[in-house]
């Protein structure tokens, strides 16, 4: 089901109620789908953070990270210059 905004501004309970049951309602503004109502229970959490910005300022990099010496390089001689062995 489509409906427009001020329509599903003045319907809004039905309209949950709808999407409760199972109604698939898509808020559409001129024409153009906006929003979709789902209930809660069917909505997916957000993936979380799975970035590296909390490393920002406690990591240090040797100097030659990124060279083609770095690349050649095995591992220990990596964690080594790290300072973590």
Avoid: H, Y
């Avoid at 109620?17 to 957000?46: C, H, N, Y």
């Avoid at 979380?48 to 990591?59: E, M, Q």
């Amino acid at each position: 089901m489509e409906v427009g905004i001020k329509k599903a501004k003045n319907n809004l309970s039905n309209l949950i109620a709808q999407a409760l049951s199972g109604e698939r309602i898509f808020v559409t503004r001129r024409g153009e789908r906006m929003v979709k109502l789902v209930p809660v229970k069917d909505v997916k959490a957000p993936a979380p953070d799975c970035s590296l910005g909390w490393l920002k300022g406690n990591a240090k990099l040797p100097a030659s990270f990124g060279t083609a010496k770095w690349k050649k390089s095995r591992t220990d001689a990596v964690l080594r210059d790290m300072g973590l062995l």
